[in-house]
């Protein structure tokens, strides 16, 4: 079946633009997560849904991310005002419930490059 | 808080050697371990997991063990291949939300 799925894969924007970030979860599964990947700082938790909500937000790093999702299925992260440490990959994964026993899946990412 | 930490990398094996790669972890509550990895070019994907204490978690050939009283879950191979080369994340989930704490990750190189 299809996979988690991300859009666009590469985005180059100019420092002070907004960008959106697409991730389209796995049929069905009710926890999505994103994570962001960069050098300096490894692989970071940025924020959890369950269903439409998002009980834990504590990795957003700064007031200019902010993120939704609706029909319990595709999420959008948004960065406002886009600065040149925002450049990493933006990495989404869903998995069936909460419980930590379940997989996380992982999308092939997207690539954030400010200029 | 949760921290995972991983042994400095890369490294860098010939084909058929045996590969240890160490992964300790602090977590508040009773952790699940996991490995991840990612080969070049594609995206993260779940190696092994374990969720409780002496579990074995195994599959393509590696293993890691969930040691409570070390508090490590090192990943073990008995004989690489040049297939197994990619960067290798040891990770935990704690809590509810099941966020994933990761380390830092290793790339791994073997040659023919």
């Known amino acids: 079946g299809a996979g988690v799925s991300q859009s666009p894969s590469n985005k180059v924007t100019e420092k002070g633009k907004d960008v959106e970030l697409r991730c389209d979860p796995i049929s069905g599964h009710t926890a999505l997560y994103w994570y962001r990947q960069s050098l300096g700082q490894g692989l970071e938790f940025l924020i959890y849904?369950?269903?439409?909500?998002?009980?834990?937000k504590s990795g957003l790093p700064s007031d200019r991310f902010s993120a939704e999702r609706t029909g319990g299925s595709v999420s959008t992260l948004t960065i406002q005002r886009t600065q040149q440490e925002d450049s990493a990959v933006y990495l989404c994964a869903s998995s069936t419930r909460l419980a930590g026993l379940d997989t996380q899946y992982f999308g092939p990412g997207t690539r954030l490059t400010v200029l | 808080g949760n921290s995972v930490t991983q042994m400095e990398g890369p490294v860098t094996l010939s084909e058929e050697a045996f590969l240890t790669i160490n992964c300790t972890y602090t977590?508040?509550?009773?952790?699940?371990l996991f490995w991840y990895v990612q080969y070049p070019g594609e995206g993260l994907q779940l190696l092994l997991k374990?969720?409780?204490?002496?579990d074995k978690g195994s599959n393509k050939g590696f293993e890691a063990t969930y040691r409570k009283e070390t508090t490590s879950f090192h990943l073990e191979k008995g004989s690489v291949q040049v297939s197994d080369s990619a960067v290798y994340f040891c990770a935990l989930t704690t809590g509810a939300n099941s966020k994933l704490t990761f380390g830092k990750g290793i790339t791994l190189s073997v040659r023919p």
């Open positions: 977590a508040t509550g009773y952790p699940s």
């Open positions: 374990a969720t409780k204490a002496d």
């Open positions: 849904f369950q269903g439409n909500s998002a009980p834990d």
